[in-house]
């Protein structure tokens, strides 16, 4: 195997330990506050994309999920 297969299975790896472990990464759109902020900045509502929780399940565990659910 030439090193740089060898790198990207580490990282896959490491990105595999991470998802396992901390498996919700801060909203993209509210930035992990759950909430959209009108342009006053004083008015706000909930944010549509995590419904007001502000995590997103990242891609790793979300693969996962569909994976073992897939399977019987
Ligand atoms: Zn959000």
């Not at 909203?27 to 929780?53: E, H, Q």
């Amino acid at each position: 195997m030439t090193p740089l297969v060898l790198t990207a299975l580490a990282a896959l790896a490491v990105y595999a330990v991470t998802c396992w472990l901390w498996p919700f990464a801060a909203c993209r759109r509210c930035s992990g506050t759950g909430k959209r902020r009108s342009p006053s900045g004083r008015a706000w509502r909930p944010c549509g994309r995590c419904n007001g929780s502000g995590r997103r399940v990242r891609s790793g565990r979300w693969l996962a999920e569909l994976f073992r659910s897939e399977r019987p």
